[in-house]
């Protein structure tokens, strides 16, 4: 009898797993801004390098439990790998028990060697992930007027990026579909490009060694914060040892400044990638919470 329980136990834990219903390249044809290289992608523990064919996997709620809602995923890694099944995966797959339609980015990781212009390589990306979630939202079951984007570390620098940067399209969109997120959440994300604040190693992936104050000034992030800048949710801890968390304060300072609305979680503890180490359903209920109160899911 005991052996029977634990069995059915096992399945019923399975059956509670969210599989994704799909994974597809990002980009029907030819991918933008690359180039021919022998760089060949990897996988180990759950996480991506060498990432130059981008993917987007999809995560759908159970018709019956459907918020409408949407988010585009861009886990973390210092813009050197991408923590797909941590921060990516992990989280995609809470969101869609909770209702919320869910996409991971593998987007492409910046490379001289495999892009024309790298700085703008995984933006692209992000770019294109929103246009094909908000061109197919219909056949998704989803509002595309309540897509947002969300990300971890380095992969919080690109979602902000997308978030304020979104009025100039870095692909092609003939239909001039809206690349504006509905919304933003920040997970210890690097948010500034300068010397003062900025995580060097993701600084020096994406911008390389030589990067000129007018790049440095663009690609951060609370210098670009505008009126039109999408809502945000923002999380770190105080004792962030990797990722000054005076990223989150500033940023949350110049959504504030431009009336933006904008919630931030400072934990007194964690350090960083605090996420890999507590139950997904633990630290994501805030974000659930944050997202109900602000109308994005009912």
Known sequence: MKILRILFMVLFIFSLDIKAQQIINLYPGAIPNSKESNVKEGERSGMFSGV??????????????????AVVICPGGGY???????????????????GVAAFVIKYRLPNDSTMIDKKIGPLQDAQQAIKIVRENASKWGINANKIGIMGFSAGGHLASTAATHFNKAFIENDNNTNLRPDFQILIYPVISMQDSLTHSGSRTGLLGEHASKEIIDDFSNELQVSENTSPAYITQAGDDKVVDVDNS???????????????????????????LRQPTEEWMKPIFKWMKNSKFIE
């Open 52 to 69: 130059t064919n981008p993917t987007l996997e999809i995560y759908l709620p159970e018709k019956e439990n459907a918020a409408g809602a």
């Open 80 to 98: 050197a790998v991408v923590v797909y099944q941590g921060e990516g995966v992990q989280t995609a797959k809470e969101f869609a028990r909770n």
């Open 249 to 275: 304060i500033v940023y949350w300072e110049a959504l504030r400044h431009h009336n933006v609305p904008a919630e931030l979680h400072i934990y007194p503890n964690g350090n960083h990638g605090f996420v």
